[in-house]
């Protein structure tokens, strides 16, 4: 956190600042030391230890001018607009660098002080006469209060403007040097991009090497955009207006959950800026501060549709700029109508397996649970699924086995904690995934504490870190039990938290036996060495995090890659403590929200197994229903259904499996194989192409409901625009059809949804609406009214019937395809920071889109090389055994020879058709990180 690292926090008292924050309270419990007793123009004001005047001052409602100082950054002192007098000092002192001593008694109200403070911003006036201010400038605020109108000096020659970058604008003729945005840049976003230059008049911000900013390294967080306190830095899209209102809401994005402001004027965002929640601290990353306009792409459905007559499901031919090629308009009465007597008809002929559906992990929490809740209710079975399958279901199934609970066991701000002394990030990319998580791992790493990245490709996170463990890929478990031999062989475990809070430990102990660092070194490509020497430091810490993503679960073995993180916590008691635990890393919004609501085929909400008896009572009193007692099918699963013909309508909501499914041919037919399938969403996606009826969703900053993030956070997102046009709340949508199929259901709202939640769900019983409205963050477990949530678990006992967790020994599992003199290469997908899923969203997304507009395949330097390049560059197809694709390739350093990368976010050059659909045998989740690939030069 923020005021972890650097303390001095200032709060700024500009109204409307960017970086305003809202009070945190502070209780008896955890006041700490007593106040600092002084006096600020004869009132008695009191000092916390450490904290500055001008922070104590803004504490107590008392404005002090200031430009250099800003909220999270360390005092810098150069602008010297806060200047006060302390009696007994000669000279005039900052207050933001000044802390009060006891008695101290300080003058803001004197001639001395304000014309001190009038000459600096008359000096300031000159220095950025003519230039363009932001609408609350805080230049303009202070030069107003004070009443400076003039002045009397000659202003310095300017750097000329930068309009190079899509996001950001850079005007250094108003640029008064109060290197905000470089503290911003070196010590919140840890990106090392933004530096001064020079001396004298010719003194400037610049940008790596003095590039232009598009040249540059910047990853357009927009930190520096944000604490920016003139216009030297702004939005590069954004109209100079004043927003109308501000509303507080989340991130729409990654599972990081992001506090944020919308600032609106009638119905549209005019820009985004961070608020201090609880897991960003007023951060964003470049997707919550720039990716909002897709809300209003002009390919927005409006109204719902209905496939004409004879036109076939496929995308040849699909233009979603023209929707009137395989699409009429219809009323939603119309449309629902259809919607609901086709799955009746198909469930009455062929029965409840006949149907299923797919939720959404960008949707609320209300929005999952009454879509699982229609599924099961209405259709009448379990085949109900969501993005969580191709996410993370393999970690969920070993922490379930393992552990008792799929939920991660520590929030990532405790990286931060004076506990946390080591930080092990394995087959995960946060700098791309989660990069507002990545700030804290990388200022952890600045302050001291021991990063140690774990992956196949040496990613961005590696310059920050203390060892690299650059592994082959498919060769995880092969590591991962090396380094519990080590931990086991060398004496390393923690003997009492093994005998009192585990069981099965010398089943893991026989199954590594054999796997020595020695031995598995030439397995994995890591020196044995190297393999002790991390072992020792993890399992010496006094605190160890292991935060992993799908580079761990999206393989075959994915369950057995969780299964030995969990061991490997287990044997050195890095677990249920502070600073310590397992965090898998969840990559959309609201994937632990819903898959906690119950989106998933074998479980109710909370995790209750459908084929307990005990557990389906409880649902069958609550939802006046009897259940079926048989667990679904997966994501997978029912595409495969569907092409046996067991599965014969669909109802998808916000998913788009024509474009995340793994072998997109397969899928792709699946769809086309429906006889009735329902999509709701924002736009026509790939998915749509496939619909006989398509209804029009409403997008996140349209809709009010709970979201949770990855630190089990349940959080309250507002609604800043009406939905356009006929599209209406997906809630409305849900209900709509389910009073159709016979259910009686009456929800006015979101709230109404989260109070039968709280009945459903013990994890949330004591978190109510008007709480989240108050604290915005609410951490579950919370069990009853008052209280406070448990951001650490696992602290006494785990989740599973004994109270004990479980080790599950693993043996080395290949994977499903090896590379071969036909195929020499290793695909790898992922993300990339810029787009994001399948790209629905971020590809309509003005700058996103303008920061990364095509398909880009990566290969090792000496690979790329190797293809021959010219002078424009390379274009590359990939082959593989299920299909190709053409790309352009850009060379790689983090990547090893014959590794390949690519997001599959591009329609144009969808990854997925190239993966291969073997799933994990627990998780059943599909091994999108390895499959033998092809290169060939393209043209």
């Given at each position: 956190m923020r005021a972890a690292l650097l303390p001095g926090r200032v709060s700024r008292a500009v109204p409307g600042s960017a970086h305003a924050r809202r009070p945190r309270p502070v209780s008896a419990d955890d006041a700490g030391p007593a106040p600092i007793p002084f006096t600020l123009d004869g009132r008695a004001l009191d000092a916390r230890p450490g904290e500055?005047?001008?922070?104590?001052?803004?504490?107590?409602?008392?404005?002090?001018?200031?430009?250099?100082?800003?909220?999270?950054?360390?005092?810098?002192?150069?602008?010297?607009?806060?200047?006060?007098?302390?009696?007994?000092?000669?000279?005039?002192a900052p207050a933001c660098c000044r802390t009060p001593a006891d008695g101290m008694q300080v003058q803001l109200e004197t001639e001395r002080v304000r014309k001190a403070q009038r000459l600096v911003l008359e000096l300031l006036a000159a220095e950025t006469a003519g230039a363009v201010q932001k609408p609350d400038s805080e230049l303009t605020?202070?030069?107003?209060?004070?009443?400076?109108?003039?002045?009397?000096?000659?202003?310095?020659?300017?750097?000329?403007?930068?309009?190079?970058?899509?996001?950001?604008?850079?005007?250094?003729?108003?640029?008064?040097?109060?290197?905000?945005?470089?503290?911003?840049?070196?010590?919140?976003?840890?990106?090392?991009?933004?530096?001064?230059?020079?001396?004298?008049?010719?003194?400037?911000?610049?940008?790596?090497?003095?590039?232009?900013?598009?040249?540059?390294?910047?990853?357009?967080?927009?930190?520096?955009?944000?604490?920016?306190?003139?216009?030297?830095?702004?939005?590069?899209?954004e109209a100079v207006s004043v927003a109308e209102r501000v509303v507080p809401s989340v991130c729409p994005y990654c599972g990081v959950g992001c506090q944020l402001d919308y600032h609106v004027a009638g119905q549209r965002i005019l820009r985004v800026s961070g608020r201090d929640g609880p897991a960003n601290h007023g951060r964003l990353c470049v997707k919550g501060r720039f990716g909002f306009d897709y809300v209003s792409h002009p390919q927005r459905l409006t109204q719902p549709l209905i496939r004409r007559h004879g036109v076939p499901k496929s995308l040849e031919g699909f233009d979603p700029e023209r929707p009137e090629r395989c699409f009429r308009p219809a009323s939603w009465e119309e449309a629902l109508d259809y919607v609901a007597s086709r799955l009746l008809s198909l469930r009455?002929?062929?029965?409840?397996?006949?149907?299923?559906?797919?939720?959404?992990?960008?949707?609320?929490?209300?929005?999952?649970?009454?879509?699982?809740?229609l599924v099961r209710t209405g259709f009448g079975s379990n085949h109900v699924d969501h993005c969580t399958r191709l996410c993370h279901a393999s970690s969920v199934a070993a922490l379930l086995e393992g552990i008792g609970s799929?939920?991660?066991?520590?929030?990532?701000?405790?990286?931060?904690?004076?506990?946390?002394?080591?930080?092990?990030?394995?087959?995960?990319?946060?700098?791309?995934?989660?990069?507002?998580?990545?700030?804290?791992?990388?200022?952890?790493?600045?302050?001291?504490?021991?990063?140690?990245?774990?992956?196949?490709?040496?990613?961005?996170?590696?310059?920050?870190?203390?060892?690299?463990?650059?592994?082959?890929?498919?060769?995880?478990?092969?590591?991962?039990?090396?380094?519990?031999?080590?931990?086991?062989d060398e004496g390393l475990t923690d003997e009492a938290f093994i005998r009192e809070r585990t069981e099965d430990f010398e089943r893991l102990r026989e199954q590594v036996a054999g796997c020595s660092p020695e031995a598995m070194a030439p397995v994995c490509g890591v020196p044995a060495a190297l393999i002790r020497e991390v072992a020792r430091v993890y399992a010496r810490a006094r605190g160890a995090m292991i935060f992993w993503g799908m580079g761990i679960?999206?393989?075959?073995?994915?369950?057995?890659?969780?299964?030995?993180?969990?061991?490997?916590?287990?044997?050195?008691?890095?677990?249920?403590?502070?600073?310590?635990?397992?965090?898998?890393?969840?990559?959309?919004?609201?994937?632990q929200g819903a898959s906690d609501a119950g989106l998933i085929p074998m479980v109710f909400p909370d995790y209750r197994r459908v084929d307990d008896p005990e557990a389906r009572a409880r649902f069958e009193r609550l939802w006046g229903t009897a259940l079926d007692p048989v667990p679904g099918l997966t994501v997978v699963e029912i595409m495969h259904a569907i092409l046996e013909g067991r599965i014969r309508g669909m109802y998808?909501?916000?998913?788009?499996?024509?474009?995340?499914?793994?072998?997109?041919?397969?899928?792709?037919?699946?769809?086309?194989?429906?006889?009735?399938?329902?999509?709701?969403?924002?736009?026509?996606?790939?998915?749509?192409?496939?619909?006989?009826?398509?209804?029009?969703?409403?997008?996140?900053?349209?809709?009010?409901?709970?979201?949770?993030?990855?630190?089990?956070?349940?959080?309250?997102?507002?609604?800043?625009?009406?939905?356009?046009?006929?599209?209406?709340?997906?809630?409305?949508?849900?209900?709509?059809?389910?009073?159709?199929?016979?259910?009686?259901?009456?929800?006015?709202?979101?709230?109404?949804?989260?109070?039968?939640?709280?009945?459903?769900?013990?994890?949330?019983?004591?978190?109510?609406?008007?709480?989240?409205?108050?604290?915005?963050?609410?951490?579950?477990p919370c069990l009853h009214e008052g209280d406070p949530g448990e951001p650490v678990i696992f602290t006494d006992r785990f989740p599973r019937p004994s109270g004990r967790a479980r080790f599950v020994p693993t043996a080395l599992i290949p994977a499903a395809e090896r590379p071969d003199a036909d195929y020499p290469c290793v695909l790898i997908t992922g993300r990339q920071?810029?787009?994001?899923?399948?790209?629905?969203?971020?590809?309509?997304?003005?700058?996103?889109d303008a920061l990364e507009p095509e398909a880009i395949v990566t290969l090792h330097p000496e690979d790329y090389a190797a293809l021959n390049p010219g002078p424009d560059g390379l274009r590359v197809r990939l082959e593989?055994?299920?299909?190709?694709?053409?790309?352009?390739?850009?060379?790689?350093?983090?990547?090893?020879?014959?590794?390949?990368?690519?997001?599959?976010c591009y329609v144009e050059a969808a990854a997925n058709l190239l993966t291969v659909d073997a799933l994990d045998p627990y998780g059943k989740i599909p091994e999108f990180k390895y499959c033998a690939v092809r290169v060939v030069r393209a043209g």
């Open positions: 500055t005047i001008l922070s104590a001052a803004a504490r107590h409602g008392i404005a002090i001018p200031h430009l250099c100082a800003a909220d999270g950054l360390a005092p810098a002192g150069n602008c010297r607009a806060c200047m006060v007098a302390i009696d007994g000092e000669r000279t005039l605020h202070w030069q107003q209060a004070l009443g400076v109108t003039s002045t009397r000096f000659a202003a310095r020659m300017q750097p000329p403007a930068d309009a190079s970058h899509p996001a950001i604008r850079v005007a250094l003729d108003a640029c008064i040097q109060c290197t905000r945005c470089l503290r911003a840049c070196r010590d919140v976003q840890v990106n090392d991009v933004i530096g001064i230059a020079a001396r004298g008049h010719d003194t400037r911000i610049v940008f790596d090497l003095d590039d232009p900013l598009a040249a540059s390294s910047c990853v357009a967080c927009g930190e520096c955009v944000q604490v920016c306190p003139t216009g030297a830095l702004l939005p590069a899209r009455d002929l062929h029965g409840s397996d006949a149907l299923a559906g797919f939720g959404s992990a960008k949707g609320s929490n209300e929005e999952a649970y009454l879509f699982q809740k799929g939920a991660v066991s520590n929030p990532v701000a405790d990286v931060m904690s004076a506990e946390a002394e080591v930080i092990v990030v394995i087959g995960a990319n946060p700098t791309v995934n989660h990069p507002v998580a990545a700030t804290f791992m990388k200022q952890a790493a600045k302050a001291g504490k021991t990063l140690i990245l774990i992956d196949p490709r040496r990613t961005e996170l590696a310059r920050h870190a203390r060892y690299v463990l650059q592994f082959w890929p498919d060769t995880d478990v092969a590591l991962l039990n090396a380094l519990l031999h080590t931990v086991i679960s999206q393989h075959v073995h994915g369950t057995d890659n969780a299964r030995c993180l969990i061991a490997l916590a287990l044997a050195t008691g890095q677990i249920g403590r502070p600073g310590t635990g397992l965090h898998p890393l969840r990559g959309q919004n609201n994937v998808i909501l916000g998913e788009n499996p024509a474009m995340s499914d793994p072998n997109l041919h397969h899928a792709r037919a699946a769809l086309a194989a429906l006889e009735h399938l329902v999509v709701q969403d924002l736009f026509l996606t790939e998915t749509a192409a496939f619909a006989d009826v398509v209804l029009p969703a409403s997008a996140f900053p349209e809709k009010t409901g709970t979201f949770t993030n990855t630190d089990r956070r349940v959080q309250l997102g507002r609604a800043a625009l009406d939905p356009p046009g006929e599209a209406r709340q997906d809630l409305w949508i849900i209900q709509q059809i389910a009073r159709r199929l016979g259910l009686d259901w009456d929800y006015p709202d979101a709230r109404t949804v989260f109070d039968e939640m709280r009945q459903a769900m013990d994890s949330i019983a004591g978190i109510t609406w008007e709480r989240l409205e108050a604290e915005h963050a609410v951490t579950y920071l810029e787009h994001w899923h399948t790209g629905s969203m971020t590809r309509r997304a003005g700058v996103l593989t055994r299920r299909g190709q694709l053409s790309a352009r390739a850009r060379p790689d350093p983090a990547l090893m020879r014959g590794q390949v990368f690519m997001a599959f």
